[in-house]
């Protein structure tokens, strides 16, 4: 829990940068939203540098008023995660917002071999982002294209990872830590390891834990900020359920 206390409203229009902890199947937005609506009737601008899927959980930094004007910076920042990968089969978002389908038989794999892998993917790589993905080309984002069941065009994107480390294997379920750049996206990072070995992998659990020098550890939850926001407004709190309906 974070222990950032704020003592006015005024402090969220001069500039404020809220470390938020996104709840599972909540998009970024569901998140931005949320906090935006608990200003009303003010209206101050409210942002988020650098989405989460909505099946990944972690840390979201939100930024207000003036510090808005920052986002594109902590955007940039170095990203630390922590994950699970399923070995033994594919999907074609990559995670489990679409079922399994290529199945692989995992017995022969051993640990030593899982582990090995790693190397491929340290340093400067390159990978394609998954066809469901936020990105936009042409004005309109590849997931409303591959929805339709439209082709479409992936291009290459350079990106670093600084450490990957296996820290559980049993599979067919591997857990791991990665420290990565800007623009990194660990569905395809997951699924192109699961190509290394000659098999198939997607991932099954993602948490953003560090963005630059922020930390998981240092975040709020949505209610605990919303009800900051409200008290200080001078409206009465709001529970769980009125959160939870996003």
Known sequence: ??????????????????????????TSFDVVGKIRNAFKPLK????HAGTLDPLAT???IICTGKMTKQIDTFQAEEKEY???????????????ESEPEQKFETSHLTEDQIKATCAQFTGDIQQYPPAHSAIKIDGE???EKARRGEEVELRLRNVTITELELTRIELPEVD???VCSKGTYIRSLVNDFGAALNNGAYLSRLRRTRSGNYRIEDA??????????????????????????H
Do not use: C
């Open 220 to 245: 709020h939850e949505v209610l605990e900020l919303v009800n900051t926001i409200r008290e200080l407004k001078g409206a009465g709190p709001v529970n769980d359920a009125s959160v939870a309906g």
């Open 58 to 60: 972690g840390l979201l």
């Open 1 to 26: 829990m974070s222990t950032t206390t704020f003592t006015n409203i005024q402090d969220f229009a001069d500039g404020q940068l809220l470390l938020v902890n996104k709840p599972y199947k909540w």
């Open 176 to 178: 791991f830590r990665v």
């Open 141 to 143: 984002r590849l997931y």
């Open 44 to 47: 101050l601008k409210v942002g």
């Open 82 to 96: 922590t994950g699970t990968m399923v070995l033994g089969a594919t999907t074609p978002t990559y995670d489990l």
